[in-house]
């Protein structure tokens, strides 16, 4: 019987593995929920609402990964160039508004006024950071098609630094905040004995974050450009002889993911107080956590990924207080390289991504 | 008249860099590096009889030499690993940080610490002499590189690449946080250096007594200023040391191996090599090379606080010295930090020559503090670039190494 059982194990530990990490995520989640001191559903509302703004920002580091063969390391700088970019919008759309129109001038809709002032942001930074990651591609990453991945990793890596750099020279190291009020409450009290507090910041963060998310997914499951994409990221060789504009699929790419990032980027600096520099440095550890959490290259593992590493820190600082906040990157970091151990090809990828 | 020198020094290496970078004859680009080197001497004996007494201008000279040989320690233990095995390893400052850390730790005394703040703190310093700092900080950055290659050698390289930087800023979390282990943001002060009682004379009317060395009395020889020269041979013996050990193991049958995993690492997985233990071997091996930097470092500059994990400083320009100086050569590496060291820490003193403000159609920018920094960083991101783009092999390409048992 042992030796039935042996074999039985060893024929299925990708599957045994696969569960036995999915029996505890389910465990933490039930130990948050019900048993830990401090625990109860605000951890995992808070949880969500970071886990939503990663989800954003790994998207495109993901599909980068899957298309272009190369972990980009100048993705969390775009993000929070991106941030920037809305930053200084923000700050014009409220000044010249007005102006326009009469209307928001008055002091009741001054709500309104920064609420419009932050939505043309957002937008505007969603373009602003499209446009500079296809001028990066079209200087620097294009002419490194043909190198080997980590030519390409080590050129993202200076760009991270240049980005940021630039970030820095343009906006000053001072932390930057949006006009809007992040302060108006709102609270939500669901379930009877479930009572967590949610802002309408927060709503609007996960809202957003899933609508997108979910469009993203009707975008690469329906539309000709969507089945192009995934197409190259199964085979790139096979996706252009069978007739994909493969350069096109890699603006696509960039835009995509330079997208989301931005409006990852907005909902960090309001979500997290304020923006500054390094905080792209910052964000980068968690994205890549993620990715790898999820699964490298899969978008929708990405998306788990996220929500998990999101959860997990809240789940695992906030009952336990003699752990320092400081430390939430070190959990995701620590996620990281456990799943590496374990089960590198992430909780949704397929076997075999060694190469 | 100071600046108007590193001005020059400047703009002498970067044009001879570009000639070296642009020259593709042989004996054209010994012309422009012996030309290069010998206009920089000029400037540096010309700024020396001008104005500066030679006493600074040559510990001006030491200072440079010592930190560009720890910069070129530092490149030839990233060479060992991106060089001869094709690892990614950006976490050079996580493994040069603990280096610094433990071997601080190991060596300050306990008397030194002063109360940090207004909280008291008890930290436990241990007191013990530097080699065996040196030697604790070279093993706790190998212990970090096996945690690190157990968990990403066997998969793709990116992945060694995401969890070096992340365990870079682990450990300066750790750095920062567990203040009583490493009196976090306020750093360590006033961390002892090897033989400064022994060979010092101290400052002060009363004659101190003769150090105790290994119960031979000796009576102390050096002024406080010399001792930086002292300091000098212990970098210049570590350097040299690494350097000939680095040349001897790349022409073995190892160092062999390891290209071989660097070119294709399945054929050399099929011809039996065990690609995995080869990596590993050499991560760890850079990693030593590199926490033993870090030590020598801390106690050179006899300070260390969580930003000795800059990523800026210790990944990234370390990074750039390897492959403007050829990727895969060591005296490529030792050239490359010496070379890059040079403009990046005379560029430091442009700003000097800058206005400090600058008035523009915008507004008021303050070039000193907002500006300068940053865009230095961007001029040796895009030379990083432009290297990468024109002429990746860099300045001293790879030799060729073959066993000496074929024949030719």
């Known amino acids: 019987m042992p030796a039935t059982l042996l074999s039985w194990i060893r024929h299925n530990r990708e599957a045994i593995t696969k569960w036995v990490i999915w029996g505890i995520i389910a465990l933490g989640l039930i130990w948050g929920l019900f048993i830990a001191d401090n625990g109860g559903p605000q951890p995992i509302v808070d949880g969500i609402r ?12 993901t599909l980068t990964y899957k298309i272009l063969n190369f972990a980009n390391f100048a993705h969390g700088d775009i993000l929070i160039f991106g941030a920037y970019i809305a930053f200084s919008v923000d700050g014009l759309m409220v000044d010249s508004l007005p102006q326009l129109f009469p209307i928001l001038a008055d002091p009741a809709n001054d709500d309104l006024l920064r609420l419009i002032a932050l939505f043309i942001a957002m937008i505007s930074a969603v373009f602003g950071a499209i446009g500079f990651a296809l001028l990066i591609d079209r200087i620097l990453y294009r002419r490194l098609r043909r190198s080997a991945s980590v030519v390409l990793v080590i050129a ?127 964000i980068l550890l968690y994205l890549f956590a993620a990715v790898i959490l999820g699964g490298i290259g899969s978008p929708y593992g990405a998306m788990l990924g996220a929500l998990v590493i999101g959860i997990a820190q809240t789940i695992l600082i906030a009952p336990v207080t003699t752990i320092s906040s400081q430390y939430k990157p070190g959990i995701a970091f620590l996620l990281l390289i456990i799943m590496l151990l374990v089960r590198p090809q992430g909780l949704l990828g397929s076997a075999g991504r060694k190469g | 008249m100071s600046q108007i020198i590193s001005l020059l020094l400047v703009i002498i290496s970067v044009a001879g860099l570009a000639i070296l970078l642009t020259r593709k004859s042989r004996s054209s680009r010994w012309i422009a590096f012996v030309g290069t080197l010998i206009a920089l001497g000029l400037t540096v004996l010309i700024g020396s009889l001008l104005d500066a007494p030679s006493e600074s201008m040559f510990s001006f000279l030491v200072d440079f030499l010592m930190l560009g040989g720890t910069y070129a320690i530092l490149s030839l233990g990233l060479n060992v690993q991106w060089g001869y095995t094709g690892l990614f390893n950006i976490g050079v400052a996580g493994f040069f940080g603990v280096g610094a850390y433990v071997s601080t730790i190991l060596v300050q005394d306990p008397i030194n610490v002063v109360g940090a703040g207004n909280e008291s703190i008890t930290v436990h310093f241990f007191n013990l002499p530097f080699v065996v700092g040196l030697l604790g900080a070279m093993a706790a950055s190998g212990i970090v590189a096996v945690v690190v290659g157990f968990a990403t050698l066997r998969l793709r390289s990116d992945y060694l690449a995401i969890a070096t930087i992340g365990v870079s800023e682990i450990l300066r979390l750790i750095a920062t946080n567990e203040r009583g282990i490493t009196i976090g943001n306020r750093g360590i002060e006033n961390i002892p250096q090897p033989l400064h009682q022994c060979l010092v004379i101290p400052v002060g009317a009363n004659p101190a007594p003769p150090c105790d060395l290994f119960g031979i009395k000796i009576p102390q020889f050096i002024s406080l200023a010399h001792y930086d020269w002292f300091y000098f041979l212990i970098v210049l013996g570590f ?111 442009l700003n000097d020559i800058l206005p400090p403000t600058l008035l523009t159609p915008l507004g008021k920018i303050d070039v000193a503090s907002q500006l300068f920094g940053p865009i230095r960083i961007m001029a040796i991101v895009i030379a990083l670039e432009v290297i990468l783009l024109y002429r990746p092999r860099g300045l001293i390409a790879e030799e060729k190494h073959t066993s000496t048992k074929i024949d030719h």
Do not use: C
């Open chain 1, 50 to 61: 970071f886990g939503s703004i990663l989800m954003l920002g790994a998207i495109g580091l």
């Open chain 1, 156 to 282: 993202s890596f200076g760009m991270a630094l240049f980005i940021r750099a630039l970030v820095q020279a343009v906006w000053g190291v001072a932390t930057h905040t949006y006009s809007v009020r992040v302060t108006l409450p709102m609270y939500v009290d669901a379930f009877g004995i479930f009572q967590f507090r949610m802002t309408l910041l927060q709503l609007v963060t996960i809202t957003t974050a899933f609508t997108l998310i979910i469009l993203l997914h009707l975008f690469l499951r329906y539309t000709r450009t969507g089945k192009a994409m995934r197409a190259m990221s199964d085979n790139m060789d096979l996706a252009r002889v069978s007739g994909i504009n493969t350069e096109k699929m890699i603006r696509w790419t960039w835009g995509i993911g330079s997208g989301l990032a931005a409006v990852a980027g907005v909902f960090a600096g309001l979500n997290l107080g304020g923006l500054t520099p390094i905080q792209g440095s910052d």
């Open chain 2, 239 to 349: 350097l040299l040391i690494a350097f000939l050990a680095l040349e001897r193991i790349s022409r073995s049958p190892w160092g062999r191996a390891l290209r071989a995993i660097r070119e294709d690492e399945d054929a050399a997985l099929a011809l039996g090599k065990n690609t995995f233990r080869f990596k590993m071997q050499s991560l760890i091996v850079g990693a030593i090379i590199m926490g033993g930097a870090g030590s020598i470092v801390a106690h050179m500059v006899k300070f260390i606080d969580p930003s000795v994990f800059d990523p800026l400083q210790r990944t990234f320009l370390v990074w750039v010295m390897l492959i403007v100086g050829g990727t895969g050569n060591n005296k490529g590496a030792i050239f490359g930090a010496f070379l890059m060291w040079a403009i990046w820490s005379t560029t430091s003193r």
